[in-house]
């Protein structure tokens, strides 16, 4: 019996675009994040989603509900699965963030994990918590398909705590794009990445041998 879930990003931001740190500031989708997740809904639709999960934080909230208008399933939301908590550097560039702490720039070079300001998170810290809810969710939903609407950081971070890798091994992945999406399955044998920051664009065309279009 496989479990499937699928890590899905929202779409792009204001903030996105300017390249600030959004972390848990409830930023809302502009025009062409809404337009991104209007065309990736019917792709993920195909893929018959049994039940479909969202970070509380707005971006990824109206992500999800273009997915949920196409299959009337309900957005059910869980704290763990927002962003990582940046703390006071929401709305700092990464070298507003570097000189405020150059410690974070020398971390950033050396492949190194950091915590985003005083009071804020590590990426590692991000990953146990949407990794516990991930691992939450897949029970839950046993042998079927579920959507998990999240973010950037913690879309990664939380295929690396599925897989059991730790920061440096997770940096080798991209970052996703804005409504790209990962495939994880779960089987007798454990987990295993199915797809990586897969597109819309990308996916037209493509199909796999269990009908999931990747």
Same mark, same amino acid.
């Given at each position: 019996?496989?479990?499937?879930?699928?890590?899905?990003?929202?779409?792009?931001?204001?903030?996105?675009?300017?390249?600030?740190?959004?972390?848990?500031?409830?930023? =809302?989708?502009?025009?062409?994040?809404?337009?991104?997740?209007?065309?990736?809904?019917?792709?993920?639709?195909?893929?018959?989603?049994?039940?479909?999960?969202?970070?509380?934080?707005?971006?990824?909230?109206?992500?999800?509900?273009?997915?949920?208008?196409?299959?009337?399933?309900?957005?059910?939301? @869980?704290?763990?699965?927002?962003?990582?908590?940046?703390?006071?550097?929401?709305?700092?560039?990464?070298?507003?963030?570097?000189?405020? @702490?150059?410690?974070?720039?020398? !971390?950033?070079?050396? /492949?190194? @994990?950091?915590?985003?300001?005083?009071? /804020?998170?590590?990426?590692?810290?991000?990953?146990?918590?949407?990794?516990?809810?991930?691992?939450?969710?897949?029970?839950?939903? =046993?042998?079927?398909?579920?959507?998990?609407?999240?973010?950037?950081?913690?879309? *990664?971070?939380?295929?690396?705590?599925?897989?059991? %890798? !730790?920061?440096?091994?997770?940096?080798?992945? *991209?970052?996703? !794009?804005?409504?790209? %999406?990962?495939?994880? =399955?779960?089987?007798?044998?454990?987990?295993?990445?199915?797809?990586?920051?897969?597109?819309?664009?990308?996916?037209?065309?493509?199909?796999?041998?269990?009908?999931?279009?990747?």
């Amino acid at each position: 019996m496989t479990t499937r879930l699928i890590l899905w990003r929202h779409g792009v931001t204001d903030w996105n675009a300017s390249g600030r740190f959004q972390g848990q500031t409830d930023i =809302e989708l502009n025009a062409t994040g809404h337009a991104q997740a209007h065309r990736a809904a019917p792709v993920l639709a195909a893929m018959h989603p049994d039940a479909l999960y969202s970070s509380p934080l707005r971006r990824a909230r109206d992500t999800a509900q273009e997915l949920a208008a196409l299959t009337g399933l309900d957005v059910i939301l @869980d704290d763990r699965l927002a962003e990582i908590n940046v703390g006071s550097w929401a709305g700092w560039t990464t070298q507003q963030a570097i000189q405020a @702490d150059p410690s974070f720039g020398t !971390d950033l070079k050396a /492949g190194r @994990d950091h915590r985003r300001s005083p009071e /804020g998170e590590t990426s590692t810290e991000a990953g146990a918590r949407i990794g516990a809810a991930l691992a939450d969710i897949a029970t839950r939903h =046993e042998g079927q398909t579920v959507v998990v609407t999240s973010h950037g950081i913690t879309g *990664r971070m939380g295929v690396a705590y599925l897989l059991g %890798w !730790d920061y440096a091994t997770a940096i080798m992945l *991209r970052g996703l !794009d804005n409504t790209g %999406w990962s495939v994880m =399955e779960r089987d007798a044998f454990g987990w295993r990445m199915r797809a990586y920051n897969v597109t819309a664009a990308a996916s037209v065309g493509i199909a796999v041998d269990d009908g999931v279009n990747s």
